[in-house]
């Protein structure tokens, strides 16, 4: 009996795998963020989760255009991880809610978002230059760019105060 050869999968197969992955993912996080700026104890924190919703729905509409660009339909596969580390954020949120740790945890949370998103991104222009998409790959290091920056402020607002307010509470 002969058994039929499995379908050959190629880096394009996973680079619109990949996309699916991380579309699925910034909708997730559009969700969570005004939940996390509401949750928010100080102005400043609730201020750069806003400004990142803005930025997300800019990086959502980025990746709808590299699905244009491959002739496909923008469209999420679901993924564990990203669901896994909201709700590690909604559990913060429950467990640390009114305290002063509060504020120290969501950005925890928040930076272990931006690092999820920094590989994926950072993975997929790699594997858009190497199937020829300059376009694409230029798209989607803007958004790394964005992610990156918003990392380095959720680690300055808690250089800056947040730490030490939870700390100073104990």
């Given at each position: ?12 197969d ?12 910034e ?7 005004p939940?996390?700026a ?27 255009r ?15 991880g ?9 559990d ?20 272990a978002?931006e690092h ?6 950072g ?10 998409m ?5 798209l989607?290091?803007e ?6 920056a918003?990392d ?19």
């Open positions: 009996m002969a058994t039929k050869k499995k379908e050959e999968k190629t880096l394009a996973l680079f619109e795998h990949g996309l699916k992955d991380i579309y699925y993912a909708k997730k996080i559009l969700t969570a963020l939940k996390m509401k949750a928010a104890e100080t102005e400043e924190l609730t201020a750069a989760f806003q400004k990142h919703e803005k930025e997300t729905k800019g990086q959502v509409e980025r990746l709808e590299v699905f244009q660009m491959m002739d496909q339909s923008a469209k999420g596969k679901k993924c564990p990203i669901d896994g580390i909201i709700e590690e954020g909604k913060i949120i429950d467990e640390f809610k009114k305290t002063p740790a509060l504020d120290a945890g969501l950005i925890a949370a928040a930076q978002v999820y998103e920094i590989t994926r991104y993975t997929l222009i790699a594997w858009a230059q190497k199937l020829g300059s376009d694409a790959a230029e989607l290091q958004t790394l760019d964005e992610e990156k918003t380095q402020t959720l680690t300055e607002l808690a250089e800056s105060a947040v730490n030490e307010y939870a700390e100073a509470a104990e």
